[in-house]
């Protein structure tokens, strides 16, 4: 697929001309210019490939940088990304955790560190969230019950949305969970024993609504222990 006349014929896109129809202030360019990165890949990209998720506004953009790269080969991906989860810039950081996730790569393991997880900006602790539970050795005996454990800290905190992705990634770790979150539904703060009583409901029923659950587990919560309102 051609940018323009100065593309390689059957070789990829010339990376320069990709670096500027990537910089177009037209969104509907841009998402060209990604697909024919994703079409023709060629390793010479990358690198502007995972500059440019770090700063593009459009989502469409972005989710179709990650698919361009998730069709280069990992050995080149990989460690350009974890470089960049290291970065000032949240959503450099959100985005390269998010296509870690696609590749899920055991590669990049290492690399997510508990400043990640624990990561002020909740989009960049979302990502990491997922891309935990992508790469948890379940094989392993522990490392299922370890994570769950790590993310467990989390209950109660940040805003709706990341209250339902937290949930959605200690439920994607199946029974592994429950006991950490028997644990703090029982024992945990108001907001925590909250959040974790909807987790639980929704590990035992996946078809629950979050908002609901959360709606249940708030009046079991103030059933059997001191209440925090505004800590909900």
């Known amino acids: ?32 210019a990604a697909m024919a990165a994703g079409t023709t890949p060629d390793p010479d990209v990358v690198d502007v490939l995972v500059e440019r998720s770090g700063v593009e506004p459009d989502f469409f953009v972005r989710d179709m940088l990650t698919w361009a790269l998730t069709r280069l080969p990992a050995d080149l991906t990989v460690p350009r990304l974890v470089a960049e989860l290291s970065s000032p810039f949240p959503q450099a950081r959100s985005q390269s955790l998010h296509t870690l996730t696609k590749l899920a790569d055991p590669r990049s393991r290492p690399a997510l560190t508990p400043a990640l997880v ?21 094989d392993i005996a522990g490392e299922p019950e370890a994570v769950a454990e790590d993310l467990a800290t989390e209950l109660g905190r940040r805003g709706p949305e990341a209250k339902r992705s937290l949930t959605r990634a200690m439920t994607s770790l199946g029974e592994a969970a429950r006991p950490v979150l028997e644990r703090i539904a029982e024992q945990g703060a108001f907001a925590q024993r909250v959040h974790a009583g909807a987790t639980l409901l929704i590990l035992d029923d996946p078809r629950r609504e979050f908002m609901a659950a959360m709606a249940e587990a708030r009046r079991t919560a103030i059933d059997v222990g001191p209440t925090e309102p505004d800590a909900s």
């Open 1 to 32: 697929m051609r940018l323009g006349d100065g593309a390689r014929d059957g070789d990829g896109v010339n990376p320069s001309e990709l670096t500027t129809a990537l910089r177009h202030e037209s969104g509907s360019t841009r998402l060209r």
């Open 118 to 138: 624990h990561d002020e900006e909740d989009e960049v602790a979302r990502a990491a969230w997922r891309l935990a539970v992508v790469l948890v050795p379940a």
